[in-house]
Every structure is written in C-alpha cells, then in structure tokens.
C-alpha cells in the first residue's frame, strides 16, 4: 500500500491481520488447489466447516490441515450446515476439542435449504450461549441493522452480513443497510456470502466494510488460483478507495481544466 495512504491493521477479537481478505476452503477440486488458492489469496485467516472437512480425525483420509497449517494461518472454524442454535454450539464445541482450546469461530445458523438465509432467532441464541461460554464469535447474519446491533449487544467480535444469497454470486444487492450496518458498529463488519467477482470485492471495501470473506468467487472460477490473486488485489484497491474518499457525484459536467488561460486557435 501506498506510503502516502495511513491504514490500520484489521484488528479481530485482539488479534490483527494485514490481508483484509477472508476466503474458505471448500468446493475446490482437491487440496493442493486450495493450498495455491489460499496462497494466492494473501488471506490470513481460513474458513472451514468444521461438520464437512478432516482435521486429523480420519487416519485415512486426507487433512486440511496439511494444506493450511495452523502456524501460518489463522484458521476459522464455522458451523455451515446447523439449523440450530443447539447444533451450532455443539459444533462450536467440537472444533475448540480438535484445534487444542481454540476460541475464533464463525457462527452461521441456516433457515432452510433452498435459501441457506440466515435464522436470526437461532443466530442469537447460539451467539448469546457461545459468548457466555467464551468463543470469539464471528457471525453470519442478515443486512438487518437492528439484527447486526443486538449481535453486537450480546459480544460477538465481528458482524457479517450476506451481501446476496450463499453461493450465488450476485453482488451485494442492499448496499445501503451494509451501510447502516457498518455506520452502527463498533465492531469489524465485513461482507460474507454472494461475491461474485473483484469488482464486487472493491465494491464491499468502498463501502467501507473492514473484510470480505468469500469462498464459492473463488472456488468456482473458471481458474480459482487467478481469480484468489484478483480478489486480492481488488480488496486492497478498495481499501485505498474507502480511505482516499470518493469525488462528490454532480449534477452536472465539470472540466477537468481549468478555462482560464486557455490558448484559442
């Protein structure tokens, strides 16, 4: 990033991150494409289902951890697949046993299958009980502001509302209440779900949002490993965008020089 540009690191339950770029591990064709992926990426933090993917507790099968071991990531355990608040915490629990008191995770608690749309109601029960019990909580929400303050209220570390449905691509389709969202917070809000492309990362950033968190934009990419790296270089440009400021939209055209002086033909 620019000398000229003054930023702070991303700063997450105490601890701070350089990459404002989040991404998951799922949907790649095998490891060592998530491995490039990742590494692309420049991300720091790694996402995981903790229901769907083998940390070591299938002798035969193969291990993310291999591909994304601990002492260089932050890893990110989620509940992707709960349908309750009671099976979110379970799952929450379960993670903390494999990764050794592990307290970072993202809590999603689904409504359906068709939608994969957040349960509010479920979402803050899980979140009041895991809090309580000491997990840092990362949540995946709705673009519900009233929503994103009452998680806040109860102690989740981070707020992160869908910018579209999961997994499919289509942008954020309510960039006023992410602004509301973001407005609010005193927490890190980033944008999680629906980033379809770079240009829609920059968007998020521009927004003012402190991350993105995506996993199927880059999975399902023709070339996930290129698209890792576009997605990187979009957050960053988005960043800079946000920080630097936007010129004012007029009504009217306004010359980029002067009439003063100029020399008529």
Do not use: W
């Not at 903790?50 to 193969?62: I, K, S």
């Amino acid at each position: 990033m620019s000398d000229l540009v003054q930023d702070q690191l991303l700063r997450i339950a105490g601890r701070e991150f350089a990459s404002r770029l989040l991404v998951g591990t799922g949907k790649y064709k095998d490891f060592d494409e998530t491995a490039e992926a990742i590494s692309a990426s420049g991300t720091e933090i790694v996402t995981f289902a903790v229901r769907r993917t083998n940390l070591g507790q299938d002798a035969g099968e193969p291990n993310l951890l291999d591909a994304v071991p601990p002492e260089r990531f932050t890893l990110l355990p989620n509940t992707a697949g709960c349908y309750t608040a009671r099976d979110a915490v379970r799952t929450c629990k379960l993670a903390r046993e494999l990764l050794d008191g592990h307290n970072l995770v993202k809590l999603e608690v689904l409504g359906d299958d068709a939608t994969l749309y957040p349960n509010v109601v479920e979402t803050l029960e899980a979140a009041r009980e895991l809090v309580e019990d000491g997990f840092d909580v990362m949540v995946y929400t709705s673009d519900d502001p009233i929503v994103a303050r009452e998680l806040e209220r109860l102690g989740c570390c981070a707020i992160m509302p869908l910018g579209s449905l999961i997994g499919s691509g289509h942008g954020i389709q309510n960039p006023y209440n992410i602004r509301l969202i973001i407005e609010q917070a005193s927490v890190p809000v980033l944008v999680d779900a629906g980033i379809g492309t770079a240009s829609e990362a920059a968007q998020a950033m521009e927004l003012g949002c402190d991350a993105v968190l995506m996993n199927s934009a880059i999975a399902h990419a023709r070339q996930p490993v290129l698209m890792a790296g576009a997605m990187k270089k979009a957050v960053e440009a988005g960043r800079e965008a946000f920080l630097a400021g936007r010129m004012p939209r007029r009504q009217s055209a306004e010359a980029s020089s002067p009439f003063a002086g100029r020399i008529n033909g």
